[in-house]
């Protein structure tokens, strides 16, 4: 069996939480020697998807596919690596009731539903999708997020250090996030705060890692929250909303090296469960 990954941006591109991940489904393939290939949505063209007709399509975030080519694409087998929610076009289902979106707003709704399935990262993200789209018998709870073994490595040293008497609240342009509302429950709680952003990814993860909490008040229904996820394993206070993915799962109450080990065993699942479904 072929697998192609293809999403809108890869670590190549724009390091966030979506492409590190992808990264991880991409180099568990290769590891256990499946012939995987990386392709960006936008380079996707019809002769492409001819001669890839009989692979496995892994799609990751997909706004930049052509609509003649989701269509292409959606007879030929494919699972969905959900990283938000692309059946609204601002992604964002909070702006409704009961995160139910109306009928007539819903956008690539036979996209998901002719999928072989779609991987959520949290029970809450899984039952939004189930309640909008005829997709209960697809989705999927991966229940975490993947990571290098450099990184766990690094979050391990960090789980033990001891940490400043300060709240990271975490820069982001993105209205959504809830940055001025984080800063503010920190200046309710009169906790000393401390912006913090870097490009690298572990020079944020050490930033991280060094404070004591971690304020996140987000608008936007968190599939997961990587970074609240990065901040328990670093045994960082997390303060935030039930708007997170990750505070509705089991293991939400493991910090430290326990819920490493747990996230540790998520990339062979993801692999396993991939596998299993492009097998059918």
Same mark, same amino acid.
């Given at each position: 069996?072929?697998? +192609? ?30 012939? +995987? ?8 063209? $019809? ?27 959606? =007879? ?12 609204? $076009? ?92 984080? +800063? ?14 870097? =490009?690298?990814?572990?020079?944020? !993860? ?10 996140? +008040?987000?608008?936007?229904? $968190? ?25 509705? =799962? ?25 596998? !299993?479904?492009?097998?059918?």
């Amino acid at each position: 069996m072929n697998y +192609i990954l293809t999403s809108d941006f890869f670590i190549t591109d724009f390091v966030g939480g979506a492409a590190l991940n992808d990264e991880e489904i991409y180099k568990v393939f290769k590891e256990n020697k499946e012939n +995987i290939t990386k392709i960006k949505t936008s380079d996707i063209t $019809e002769e492409f998807l001819e001669e890839q007709k009989d692979s496995f399509f892994i799609v990751s975030n997909f706004f930049h596919l052509k609509e003649d080519l989701k269509q292409k694409l959606s =007879e030929l087998k494919y699972a969905i690596y959900a990283h938000d929610y692309k059946f609204v $076009e601002h992604t964002n289902p909070a702006v409704y009731e009961d995160f139910l979106v109306p009928k007539d707003k819903l956008i690539n709704k036979d996209f998901f539903e002719k999928s072989l399935g779609i991987f959520c990262q949290s029970t809450f993200q899984q039952g939004i999708y189930n309640k909008n789209l005829d997709v209960l018998r697809l989705t999927l709870n991966v229940s975490g997020n993947l990571w290098p073994k450099e990184s766990f490595e690094l979050m391990e040293e960090y789980s033990k250090k001891e940490k400043k008497n300060t709240c990271s609240v975490i820069k982001s342009r993105f209205p959504q996030k809830g940055v001025p509302e984080s +800063i503010k429950f920190c200046i309710e709680k009169t906790f000393d705060y401390e912006l913090i952003w870097d =490009e690298e990814y572990h020079s944020f !993860l050490r930033k991280l890692g060094s404070n004591a909490g971690l304020s996140f +008040i987000p608008f936007t229904p $968190e599939t997961l929250c990587r970074a609240v996820v990065e901040a328990k394993m670093m045994n960082v206070n997390v303060f935030t909303t039930n708007m997170v993915g990750a505070s509705y =799962e089991k293991w939400f109450e493991k910090n430290g090296t326990e819920l490493i080990e747990y996230m540790k065993g998520r990339k062979d699942y993801v692999y396993k469960r991939i596998k !299993l479904i492009g097998s059918k």
